[in-house]
């Protein structure tokens, strides 16, 4: 039992690692396919040795703290972004009994790990003490303190339909059907702010490079962004396989592969998906975001629970 | 669970040492949402994983980023921690810590008392939660509601402003 | 919300489009005829050097990298005792080539001058000239110019006339 455990823990952070950086590649690939142009194709087969050519490349890079910022929280703050997503992956279900905390509030502790997140944009933003850094820290705080609200009552909706917080427990009892056609609409709300979450391309907004430089990592380098880079990649994972195990059946699926590989298969779709979104949607303005947060998403979501909720006392009736 | 515990607790303690020592109010902060996560397993740990996933959500996720984001504008210097420095001087600090002490005096007191409750944990699910908050603790629930209600008024008035126009451009144009 | 999708399907379509990206060191992408890129001297139909060292393409040049210095051969031909332009600096915006009025100056459809070491992209004279005339083949300056060199005295250009003789009262 011990020993299994320690494989499980260390297995996760194995294929988690790998995949943030091979969705480096990944992405580059994909954007270049769907923009025509080949993107990176010359280090290895495909160009999938690039990936460690940058990996050097972030690591020989000069590590720069510069002498205006605040030196321990800039420091700190790209911890935060990798250690939350990590922690967060604990509760994730990829398999049947393949999870390393089994807790019975998993979702909560989803939510209050990316809720910890926003810390990360927060406190580099600031202890940066750059203009464009700090604009970007205050737009991603409001961000993704806004969104986190919708992302949470829209996952009040599988919550309500299996009746546990166990993640394991809600990918059980999505056995009959997945969540997907009874809460449609809770999925579009929990993409939609997951996307704000992980402040991904069509709401970069704390990045925004064509305004803001890089927004809130304006200042790091070296490894300190690559903590940045790969947090962000961290976070596509983890929304995606949030995604599946709340609304497409988790590891469930036709019996001739066994649940590890659907689940892979699944959340696989669900980043191309993110990366889908990059390579075609333009950024919308700051104030534009936050009233379609809290004037569309909003209404939409708390409508949303409260449908689930009659529905499902009807039914218990 | 004993070992956990302790740990959890002292780190508690010491962080929140930290934030009353801090002259720099943003590390004050950062202690205190160190302090709030130990508090959170300490929840953890006896028995209330809703309790403690809820500190993390509500307290260290949205209200301390909401004071860190207030004192982020702020554009505190080092000049205001020097301020800070000098204002912290022993005759306005000894008052406040000698009244902890006899608190601090009067729990150990209560603690070194043969404990007369039994000390095994009882789990409380999110289910009990519900229950209670909205079996006897209804109107309480209700009254935080009308208050946070009224709160989203207030701001919606106060937020409410003229329709500015940016651009002579701009001036046709919806919104 | 309908139009958003819609474009993200459009943009998932170009996954079967052509790409368009030129494989580039070993696939060349075709210039026009016209491209700006490396400066070259050009030469005569006779092979002598066009440049006659007036320094109007130094003149004009916006980031000041050429720099020369005239001469004047035993023949009365004119050329640049140094010519250098500077590639570093150089925005190869062609102003040089049109200030240029014995075309002695071209751009060409070259623009591989990649170095390792910044001094390399300081051209001297020797680099520069090229055994070609370029974009205007048979044009020869002094041939159009009144100017009177060895080999050819005022008056003998072509399209000029004999020189008149101020001093004679006939017509």
Known sequence: MEAQYWWIIGGVLFVLLNTAAGLIWLERRMLALWQDRYGPNRAGPFGILIVLADTLKLFFKEDWIPPFADKVVFVFAPAVVVASVLMAFAVVPFGPGIVVADMNIGVLFFLAMSSLGVYSIVLGGWASNNKYALLGAMRGASQMISYEVFMGLALMGPVILSGTFNLSGIVEAQRGMWYIFPQLLGFVIFFIAGIAETHRLPFDI???????????????????????????????????SMIVTLYFGGWLGPAF????????????????????LRASMPRPRYDQLMEYGWKVLFPLSLLNLLGTAA??????K | MGTAFYIAAAVAVLSTIMVITRYNIMHALLYFNVSMLSVAVVFYLYGAPFMAALELIVYAGAIMVLIIFFVMMLNLGSQTAGEERSWMTPGVWIGPSVLCLVLLAELVYLMVQPADTGAEIKVVDPKEVGKSLFGPYMLAVELAGMLLMAGIVGAYHLGRQ???????FLENSPS | MFSLLRSMWLVFLHMFHKRETYQ????????PARWRGRIALTRDPDGGE?????????????VDCISLQAAEAPDGRRY????RINFSRCIFCGFCEEACPTYAIQLLPDFEMAEYDRQNLVYEKEDLLINSQGKYPGYNYYRVAGMAIAGKDKGEARHEEPPVNVRSLLP
Do not use: Q
């Open chain 2, 162 to 168: 003229k329709k500015k126009i940016v651009h002579r």
């Open chain 3, 80 to 83: 640049p005792g140094f010519f």
């Open chain 1, 206 to 240: 704390p990045e925004a490079e064509s305004e803001l430089v890089a927004g809130f990592h304006s200042e790091y380098s070296g490894m300190k962004f690559g903590m940045f880079f790969i947090g962000e990649y961290l976070g596509i994972t983890l929304i995606s």
């Open chain 3, 50 to 62: 066009r440049c006659v060292g007036c320094y109007l393409c130094a003149a004009a040049c916006p």
């Open chain 1, 257 to 276: 592969l066994p649940g590890v590989i659907w689940f892979v298969l699944k959340t696989f779709v669900f980043i191309m998906v993110f990366i889908l």
């Open chain 1, 311 to 316: 529905v499902k006392l009807f039914i218990d």
């Open chain 3, 24 to 31: 580039y060191p070993e696939e060349k992408a075709p210039l």
